[in-house]
């Protein structure tokens, strides 16, 4: 990673960073050489800075002697996107308040998917959603949208692992089909999500494009409410919500 791409700073702070960024970016784990090969640092420097992180456990090596990221990390991770969250809200509130329908925030932790941010819609019969709460991404159009951003093996591996069970007739259980339909929200840049969580209940969602902290905004609401015509006059709004989160995670 050349060094001159990034700001003046300490430049072992800097490096043991890189190498975390880019274990997460190969999808949880690499072996040494794969960490020098894509940093251009020495393997002695890899080594001194991967045994610093593992014994603070940002990192853990694993049986194989590949590193993946730490148990440490998920807190900060947590926190990190409950503030987040938190500073989201009054833009969920405005796509609340010029679409109807309740907004969510959520990203992606390890294999699953969790709610970090909501503004409910002021109708009686609205959405709720529990926020931290860890639920199956499969069946969610927030979930489809971040699995979007994934490359196909990695998907996979979410799916096996976390399995993909049937919330209801129309929830999507098999990975081809699946996998499949993400090809479609790759190229529309919108997931929809109709009856497959809960019946009667229609989703769409939009990622937060060039974020690292992988988020999705969306929408949902009874059926008889998400129609057609609402859910293309949503688009443009989700979207420029999402291009206002990337904008504060970059500040």
């Known amino acids: 990673m050349a060094e001159h791409t990034r700001p003046a700073g300490v430049q072992s702070v800097g490096r043991a960073l890189d190498i975390i960024e880019l274990i997460d970016q190969a999808g949880g784990e690499m072996a040494l050489v794969e960490i020098s090969a894509a940093s251009g640092l020495p393997m002695p420097t890899i080594h001194r800075l991967v045994r610093t992180l593992v014994d603070r456990n940002y990192l853990r090596q694993l049986p194989d002697r590949r590193y993946a990221l730490g148990a440490r990390l998920i807190p900060l991770g947590n926190a990190a996107l409950d503030a987040f969250g938190s500073r989201s809200s009054s833009l969920l509130a405005e796509v609340v308040r010029r679409i109807g329908e309740s907004a969510n ?16 819609a002021p109708r009686a019969m609205r959405m709720f959603t529990q926020l931290g709460q860890h639920v199956h991404p499969h069946c969610r159009a927030a979930g489809k949208a971040l699995l979007a951003q994934l490359d196909d093996e990695q998907v996979r591996g979410i799916l096996t692992r976390g399995g993909m069970p049937a919330l209801t007739p129309a929830t999507i259980t098999d990975p081809d089909t699946f996998v499949d339909q993400l090809a479609s929200v790759r190229a529309e840049g919108v997931a929809h999500e109709v009856g497959e969580m809960e019946e009667g209940v229609t989703c769409l969602a939009l990622p937060v494009l060039g974020a690292t902290s992988n988020l999705a905004v969306s929408i949902s609401g009874p059926a008889s409410r998400m129609t057609e015509t609402l859910q293309q006059h949503a688009i443009p709004v989700l979207r420029e919500a999402a291009e206002e989160i990337a904008v504060q995670l970059a500040g």
């Open 105 to 120: 925030l959520a990203a992606l932790d390890g294999d699953m998917l969790v709610y970090v941010g909501q503004a409910p």
